[in-house]
Each structure stands twice: as structure tokens, then as C-alpha cells.
């Protein structure tokens, strides 16, 4: 994706993204295989588009997606994958390409390997956050700033990011 890095998210669609890209990368740290293209972008897309879904359905707007339950993006995730990527505005520098190919291969194996990356996405966030009832988005904030904070310190940018 071509999004502008280092450019603060101005729609409910890029703070969703920015959203799943840190947890996706949160998540990668501990399983690197993920943070490879076109997985990874493909998997923060999919995890973009469900929390995209919860926002408009809640009507939270911009920053407001920091408040989607992580339980209920995966149920997004498991049983709205495709209705959720239809619904979302990406835009040519921000996810469209990767939302065509993802509503392309639905019922394939390739459409398979991303939804259960972005599942286990959420489920090792859900994992680590320990046993609390409702784990948002936000609740995840101090652990996403320190695997941003490892990543830096260890000078491991990603210049692929969102």
C-alpha cells in the first residue's frame, strides 16, 4: 500500500488500518513469517476492514476505533469477513488493492491462509491481554507502544508499512 508515512490518520478508514497494522505487527514480532508482504498487508486490510465494520456499526468515528472489542472482531473476522471488506472504503493508496484480491479469492485456500492470520492476530492479543471480560483496541495501547519501542531501538523499520 502507498498510504503517506508518517502522516496521522484522517479517516475512520485509515485509523482502522493504522489500527490493525500495529496490531498485526504487535503480533509479528513473536511470529516474523507475518510481517512478510503480501501477508502482512493483506492481514491488516481484513483486520482494517472488520474494526472499519464495528465503527460504522457503533458510529465511532477516527480515533473512536480504539474502542472495538477484540472478541467481537473476531466473530466479525470469522463470520462477516467478506460483507466487512465489501463495506469498507479503501481507497487506491489505502487498501484497495489488497481488499480486491481478498474479495477475489474468498472460498480459496489464499482468502483461508489470511482470515486465519488475522484471527490469530486478535487471539494472541486476546491471549496476552489476560483473562479481562472486554479487551479493546485501547487496552492493547501500552504493549503496541513497546513492541513500536523494541522496534526502533532494535533499528528494525519496516519501510512497507502503512
Known amino acids: 500500500m502507498d498510504g503517506e ?6 479517516t475512520t478508514w485509515e485509523y482502522a488500518v493504522s489500527a490493525a497494522d500495529q496490531l498485526v505487527l504487535w503480533h509479528a514480532d513473536s511470529n516474523p513469517g507475518i510481517g512478510k508482504q503480501p501477508l502482512r498487508h493483506q492481514a491488516v486490510v481484513l483486520l482494517g476492514a472488520a474494526i472499519y465494520q464495528w465503527a460504522s456499526d457503533e458510529r465511532q468515528h477516527g480515533p473512536g476505533v480504539a474502542d472495538a472489542p477484540l472478541g467481537l472482531l473476531i466473530n466479525l473476522l470469522r463470520d462477516q469477513a467478506v460483507s466487512a471488506l465489501e463495506r469498507c ?3 487506491a493508496d489505502c487498501g484497495a488493492e489488497e481488499r480486491a484480491l481478498l474479495v477475489h ?4 485456500p489464499a482468502f ?3 482470515q486465519h492470520t488475522a484471527l490469530d492476530v486478535v487471539q494472541h492479543h486476546l491471549n496476552d491481554a489476560g483473562p479481562a471480560t472486554t ?3 485501547a487496552d492493547r495501547r501500552p504493549a503496541l507502544q513497546e513492541a ?3 522496534r526502533t531501538a532494535n533499528s528494525v523499520q519496516d519501510d512497507e508499512g502503512f
Open 112 to 114: 483461508d491462509v489470511v
Open 105 to 108: 479469492a474468498y472460498g480459496g
Open 135 to 137: 479487551v479493546t483496541i
Open 148 to 150: 513500536a519501542r523494541r
Open 5 to 10: 508515512k508518517g502522516r496521522a490518520p484522517r
Open 89 to 91: 472504503p479503501a481507497t
